[in-house]
């Protein structure tokens, strides 16, 4: 009948349309999907002011890859300066290729280094911060203390050092986990559709820790981006962690924790310092280094 033959033709439409729409850019669907530069910023602005009184100004993001964070905290004001450190020129010129015209005149006050976060001379910052885990490439404790012992000289008197751990009862599972992620809009304007972010534990070792894991990407359209990014890390404890911070040279090494909201049955998005906290199948926590 000519009606059915209408909606056939609608779906293809549709069909046709949310295809045009997909994003395959890994760049900008680890973005939608990984990243929460506004939230790591408020935090960080949160925590400093408690401990040193006052707003930073000056950010270095370690292991920037398109170097988001970076170019968040340079538009949240016109004081603000940041520096981006990665071995990795296609994904430092993604970013300042995508990300820096949307800056405008503020692109000015960021500073893009294609180098080793090891390597001494970079410029000093107030903050400085290894997110995404990244800092998990040290696979031995020397390694990850020389970084750490790297990042110390690199901070202003007063400085503090941000980085993220996972953990939980399930972390050293071999395992994959979908969640789906809702249509927005990336720093550079760009629509991003919704779409299915996929985190893949491949391979756990538990004589050294070493894991391996991907991401992959589940589009709209039907079409899978698989192991669009892959990790190969070992996965670090809370104590060793706060430990390598001190034996290189921090003062002190906190722990924060993202609070429970029981009547939501989920996080409550408030990271609090924790001494102590009931073990979950997953959780993701700040460790903080302070000079």
């Given at each position: 009948?000519?009606?059915?033959?209408?909606?056939?033709?609608?779906?293809?439409?549709?069909?046709?349309?949310?295809?045009?729409?997909?994003?395959?850019?890994?760049?900008?669907?680890?973005?939608?999907?990984?990243?929460?530069?506004?939230?790591?910023?408020?935090?960080?602005q949160r925590v400093y002011k408690r401990k040193r009184g006052k707003?930073?100004?000056?950010?270095?993001?370690?292991?920037?890859?398109?170097?988001?964070?970076?170019?968040?905290?340079?538009?949240?004001?016109?004081?603000?300066?940041?520096?981006?450190?990665?071995?990795?020129?296609?994904?430092?010129?993604?970013?300042?290729?995508?990300?820096?015209?949307?800056?405008?005149?503020?692109?000015?006050?960021?500073?893009?280094?294609?180098?080793?976060?090891?390597?001494?001379?970079?410029?000093?910052?107030?903050?400085?911060?290894?997110?995404?885990?990244?800092?998990?490439?040290?696979?031995?404790?020397?390694?990850?203390?020389?970084?750490?012992?790297?990042?110390?000289?690199?901070?202003?008197?007063?400085?503090?050092?941000?980085?993220?751990?996972?953990?939980?009862?399930?972390?050293?599972?071999?395992?994959?986990?979908?969640?789906?992620?809702?249509?927005?809009?990336?720093?550079?304007?760009?629509?991003?559709p919704k779409f299915t972010y996929v985190w893949e534990q491949a391979?756990?070792?538990?004589?050294?820790?070493?894991?391996?894991?991907?991401?992959?990407?589940?589009?709209?359209?039907?079409?899978?981006?698989?192991?669009?990014?892959?990790?190969?890390?070992?996965?670090?404890?809370?104590?060793?962690?706060?430990?390598?911070?001190?034996?290189?040279?921090?003062?002190?090494?906190?722990?924060?924790v993202e609070g429970w909201d029981d009547e939501e049955d989920d996080?409550?998005?408030?990271?609090?310092?924790?001494?102590?906290?009931?073990?979950?199948?997953?959780?993701?926590?700040?460790?903080?280094?302070?000079?």
């Amino acid at each position: 009948m000519p009606k059915n033959r209408k909606k056939e033709k609608d779906k293809k439409k549709k069909k046709r349309k949310q295809a045009k729409e997909v994003v395959r850019d890994r760049h900008l669907l680890y973005s939608a999907s990984v990243q929460s530069a506004d939230a790591d910023l408020d935090f960080f602005q949160r925590v400093y002011k408690r401990k040193r009184g006052k707003r930073f100004t000056t950010l270095r993001e370690d292991f920037c890859g398109t170097a988001l964070l970076a170019c968040e905290f340079v538009k949240r004001g016109p004081r603000n300066r940041a520096i981006g450190i990665d071995l990795d020129r296609p994904t430092l010129d993604w970013g300042r290729g995508r990300y820096l015209p949307a800056l405008g005149k503020a692109a000015e006050r960021l500073t893009l280094i294609e180098g080793n976060v090891l390597d001494p001379g970079h410029p000093k910052a107030e903050v400085v911060a290894a997110l995404n885990f990244s800092y998990s490439v040290f696979k031995t404790r020397d390694p990850l203390r020389g970084y750490f012992a790297a990042v110390r000289k690199a901070l202003l008197p007063g400085g503090l050092f941000f980085l993220d751990a996972f953990g939980g009862t399930e972390a050293m599972d071999e395992d994959e986990e979908d969640r789906k992620i809702p249509s927005s809009t990336a720093f550079d304007g760009t629509k991003i559709p919704k779409f299915t972010y996929v985190w893949e534990q491949a391979a756990f070792n538990p004589v050294n820790h070493d894991i391996l894991c991907h991401i992959h990407f589940k589009l709209a359209d039907g079409a899978r981006l698989r192991r669009a990014f892959t990790y190969d890390w070992r996965l670090w404890t809370l104590p060793e962690l706060q430990e390598l911070m001190l034996e290189a040279g921090f003062a002190e090494a906190e722990v924060y924790v993202e609070g429970w909201d029981d009547e939501e049955d989920d996080t409550d998005g408030i990271f609090r310092r924790r001494k102590r906290f009931e073990n979950q199948s997953g959780w993701v926590a700040y460790v903080v280094g302070l000079t």
